[in-house]
């Protein structure tokens, strides 16, 4: 069968790498894709990224599965899109993945259903906003009403941060269209590790627990980012808080949706505070995989992929199993030069050769030119370590990233290190 991997990024070569390994599958096309999916056994770059080309491209094929990576595409519709071309797509359509385009809705949403989260209010007014952080008080959390690549969110340690977030997503539309709104949250105190489900509606197939680091620097220091990394299993995950999680926010927000009418199906990711109790918080919800979260799960999972999507297509998932490698994985991701403001792209990257047998280096923001990878994005690569423990799997990753260097490249020297601590 050929498959389709709508995306650009590390989760897509994750995911585009971990299909090609099933023997049902003798193609896959990654729209866009980078220089790393180029390179991959079986996998072809398509350049496509319109809906119309999309679904032309998998008519004519044919394409017998096509997977959504990042979330802009299911934001604009593609599944409802797809599925009227009678086309075979995972993913959530345009209403449930508001879940994530839309923090407003999702506040509402969990309000509703009465799933735990912080406490919160929306505004489009500055000065009203501006009151209700001065009569909250701070750590304050502001966030941007829609899509903002993983930067809408401003975690104010003072009421002059939260006002200067407030005045630039609703002042100075830095965010354009995703900061017409504010969603201004209570801080919440804990530990966050991601929750990744697989839905198909109905049935719910939970994914290996993993832990993502947003700040930029070591310590939790510096800017939040789309992801600096991220280690699996999460320790932080006792079976105590991952059957609270099920049943306090997994399942109620699956039901919600059928209750809504529009059931949901796809990758369902909680992001989740878990504070000293074990006691989980719905911090966000992402529609799709997560990144840097797919890169560490995809190197653990034993299962075919292609048969827990189909089963998932198909409304079967209560009947799937789902098999992982028993060590840890740890990814590490490495930045560009001024990322996340404004990252420099068109650095030549040196050293994958080495470092792939070592590890595995899995592409993000990278592309070929003139015969050589350089770097395209703000996250460039994400290198993944497998070992028995946490300490070897670090070790792995750490040793591969000594063999790459590409120009103002950064990264994070602590990743997985909370769960060395825990």
């Known amino acids: 069968m050929n498959v389709l991997v709508i995306g650009s990024g590390g989760r897509e070569h994750a995911l585009a ?140 340690m003072s009421i002059e941060e939260a006002n200067q977030a407030i005045e630039d997503m609703l002042l100075d539309n830095k965010l354009g269209d995703a900061g017409a709104k504010v969603v201004i949250e209570d801080f919440l105190e804990g530990v966050e590790a991601s929750f990744i489900v697989m839905v198909d509606g109905e049935h719910i197939l939970p994914m290996a627990t993993s832990q993502d680091h947003k700040r930029l620097l070591d310590q939790d220091q510096g800017p939040n980012t789309g992801g600096m990394g991220a280690y699996s299993p999460a320790l932080v995950v006792t079976e105590s808080t991952f059957h609270k999680a099920m049943k306090q926010i997994i399942e109620p927000t699956v039901r919600g949706m059928q209750k809504e009418g529009h059931p949901f199906t796809g990758f369902l990711y909680a992001g989740l505070m878990i504070d000293s109790n074990g006691d989980p918080y719905t911090v966000e919800f992402n529609c799709r995989f997560g990144d840097p979260e797919t890169q560490p799960i995809m190197s653990r999972l034993e299962t075919d992929i292609v048969d827990l999507l189909e089963a998932a297509c198909d409304g079967r998932l209560d009947k799937s199993i789902i098999g992982w490698d028993s060590r840890t994985a740890v990814g590490v991701v490495l930045a560009a030069e001024n990322y996340p403001q404004s990252p420099k792209k068109g650095d030549v990257i040196q050293g994958l050769e080495k470092a792939n047998q070592i590890a595995k280096v899995f ?28 300490e070897e799997a670090k070790q792995k990753a750490y040793a591969a990233i000594k063999e790459i260097h590409f120009d103002g490249m950064q990264y994070r020297t602590d990743i997985a290190d909370k769960a060395v601590v825990a």
Request: hydrophobic share 40%.
């Open 17 to 156: 790498w971990k299909i090609a390994q099933s023997d049902k599958v003798s193609k896959v096309f990654v729209a866009p894709g980078n220089a790393g999916t180029e390179i991959e056994p079986k996998v072809e770059n398509i350049n496509l990224t319109q809906q119309e080309d999309l679904i032309q491209f998998c008519q004519q094929k044919p394409i017998d599965l096509t997977v959504v990576g990042p979330e802009a595409p299911l934001a604009e519709g593609i599944v409802d899109a797809f599925r009227k071309a009678q086309l075979k797509i995972f993913g959530p359509t345009q209403f449930a993945a508001q879940l994530e385009s839309s923090k407003d809705f999702a506040k509402q949403f969990m309000q509703k259903y009465h799933i735990p989260t912080a406490h919160y209010q929306t505004f489009s007014n500055i000065e009203a906003a501006k009151d209700y952080v001065l009569q909250k008080g701070a750590p304050i959390v502001i966030k941007a009403d829609g899509l903002a690549a993983g930067k809408g969110v401003v975690v104010a």
């Open 363 to 390: 592409h993000a923001g990278t592309a070929l030119k003139d015969g050589k990878i350089v770097t395209n994005g703000g996250r460039v690569l994400c290198v993944v370590g497998l070992g028995n423990g946490i």
